[in-house]
């Protein structure tokens, strides 16, 4: 599979943990934390990283695993857990997991796998040098990936008129993805409507509303509360005969279609020559992720029809949450 320059970054930050764990020989601690719930494929590709490059668990580091299932309000608490537990380094997914540790330490590194644009959402202030305490992975495309969504949707069904657009307020991102969505419907004289979920109980709902609405399309926003709920937002969709398109291929696996946009096991594994050349280096800057356009567009589901979908050929990005 597809490997990415995660892990380097994590070995950067590696270099800065204390001479004197190295030197009594301790166990590394890793923090970890994600704004969506478990997910042990992906859990897994995060250890399958490290291991290439000599970190194994309960060899030489500890993990302490933190999942806020999409309670953003949870996110603060988590990471001042991670703290308090002397961890050397805070892995987590995406902007509001990110920001969480930011405000949690000022000293500890913290390192991003899935962020949208860091220098846009205050974590870093510029790719090359991010300062502080903060580094990892971001999305070439950054928010307007949103934007090409919907240009997929409507490729994917010419008669496309309304498009239903499904997320969550809490995410910190919300916002900006909505926006960009938005510009793209109007620029391609489409009629919109965000339908905003907070938690798993008001999908039917939503799903309600869309119907009563009479939308023939559906995009779904990055977010780790619908990721986690992401089987029963893809059987809503089935079962409403909306065409959706959905930003991460695990969405469409579920969905019983052929993935097309990208998997997030893949942003958390990463090859050791990449990591090598980053920890002689020990810099921090931010490394963009990129892939070929059929493995980075997003994931599209279309119902009744398992035809592949259209190929974004200028999305040069991973997913964020």
């Known amino acids: 599979m597809r490997r990415r320059a995660f892990i380097s970054l994590l070995g950067g930050a590696a270099a800065a943990w204390p001479r004197v764990t190295r030197a009594q020989q301790k166990p590394a601690r890793i923090g970890f934390l994600r704004q969506a719930g478990p997910h042990e494929k992906q859990f897994e590709a995060f250890r399958e990283g490290l291991r290439a490059v000599g970190y194994v668990e309960g060899q030489n580091i500890v993990i302490e695993q933190r999942y806020a299932a999409g309670a953003y309000d949870r996110l603060n608490a988590l990471a001042m857990e991670l703290v308090r537990e002397n961890v050397d380094v805070i892995v987590v997914d995406g902007t509001a997991a990110a920001k969480a540790c930011k405000g949690a330490t000022a000293t500890i590194p913290i390192v991003f796998a899935l962020a949208v644009d860091p220098v846009a959402d205050g974590l870093a202030a510029s790719f090359a040098r991010p300062d502080g305490n903060l580094t990892g992975l971001t999305m070439a495309a950054g928010y307007a990936l949103a934007g090409k969504r919907v240009e997929l949707l409507k490729d994917m069904v010419g008669s496309l008129s309304r498009v239903a657009v499904l ?155």
């Open 167 to 321: 997320g969550n307020p809490g995410n910190p991102p919300h916002v900006p993805y909505l926006r960009e969505t938005e510009r793209a419907t109007s620029a391609l004289g489409l009629a919109i409507r965000a339908f905003e979920v907070r938690g798993p109980n008001e999908l039917p709902g939503a799903f309600a509303a869309m119907a009563d609405w009479h939308a023939d399309g559906l995009v779904t926003l990055t977010d780790g509360m619908l990721f986690s709920n992401r089987d029963r937002v893809a059987a809503l969709a089935l079962a409403s005969k909306l065409p959706a398109v959905y930003p991460e291929a695990e969405f469409s696996r579920r969905a019983g279609f052929p993935p097309t946009g990208p998997a997030c096991r893949t942003c958390f594994v990463a090859p050791r020559a990449t990591w090598t050349k980053f920890s002689r280096a020990r810099r921090r800057a931010i490394f963009p992720s990129s892939s070929r356009p059929s493995s980075s567009s997003p994931s599209i589901s279309r119902p009744r029809r398992r035809s592949a979908s259209p190929s974004a050929a200028n999305s040069n990005c991973a997913p964020t949450r």
